[in-house]
Each structure stands twice: as structure tokens, then as C-alpha cells.
């Protein structure tokens, strides 16, 4: 049986301390750091992917499912960009994605439908004010379902 240091000054932390340097214990605490790590690295993945992959076409990149999304956005147009993770492009026509984009600018909301119009473009159009806080978020649909979502600020500024 081992025991710490720490418990010749706390003797009732003996018990818990030799429990933990058992080996049932050993396992729960590893356990649980190895959860956390992998917690915190697929949380961090959409940040990553923002801030790491330099996009194209001038847009925000977020990681969405199967996808990379790129989201560049225009006067009342929302052009999406899909890749797969890669970045080679997805043929939105031929794998029959469609989608849907939720905007708030200031006190407008507004849903804006997404077609294909192009190799690997979504485009649809909307009447929504160009706004430094304004939120997107798209939907990407496959067939109906959904097959990824991300957020997007498009006008905020993002140091890597």
C-alpha cells in the first residue's frame, strides 16, 4: 500500500490518497484527464479551424460535420463554400445539398434559403443589414436531413 506525503499532516486524507494510488483508482483518474483532454480538443475544433485555415474567397471557415463551410457574405447575398476536410470541393449539385441560413443583425431576423449555384457554392439572398455584431447560422441539409450546422459572426474581426 502507498501512501502520499501529504497525509502525515492530514491523517484523514489517508484513506482517500491510498485509494487513489490503487489501481482501480490510478484507472478512474486517468480516465477522467483523458476525457477532459478529448473534451477540450473537439470543443476547440470550430476554433481551430477558424482561426488556423486561411479561407479562399475572403470569408469566415468553420468546421461543420463532414464539411468546411465558408461563409462570405455580401450586400443581401450569403455565399457558402463547402469543402470536405481536406479543402477539396464538394459538388453540392451531384450530392443534392441544400441548405438554410439564420441571420441577426441588430433587430432583424431573418431565414434565408440556400440553393446550389456552383461546383461547391450555396447562395441565397436575403434583406438583412450588413452589421459588425451580426450572427449567421448555417444549416447544411443532405437529402432533408441535416448534415451539419455552424455559427458564423462574418463581420467581426478574428485574430488567430
Known sequence: MTTHRCTARFPALRHRVTRLASGTGR?????????SLCA??????????RAAY????????SASGAYHLELVVNDNALLVYVTDRSGAAVPVET??????????????????????????????????ILDPRMQVTVTIRNAGREAGRAAFHPLSKITP
Not at 477540450?40 to 479551424?49: H, L, M, R, Y
Open 27 to 35: 484507472m478512474i483518474v486517468r480516465a477522467v484527464c483523458l476525457l
Open 40 to 49: 477540450t480538443t473537439v470543443s476547440a475544433n470550430g476554433d481551430f479551424v
Open 54 to 61: 486561411r479561407s479562399p474567397h475572403g470569408g469566415e471557415v
Open 95 to 128: 450530392r443534392g445539398l441544400g441548405g438554410s441560413a439564420f441571420v441577426v443583425s441588430g433587430a432583424d431576423r431573418v431565414d434565408v434559403p440556400l440553393r446550389p449555384a456552383g461546383v461547391n457554392l450555396l447562395a441565397g439572398r436575403g434583406s438583412f
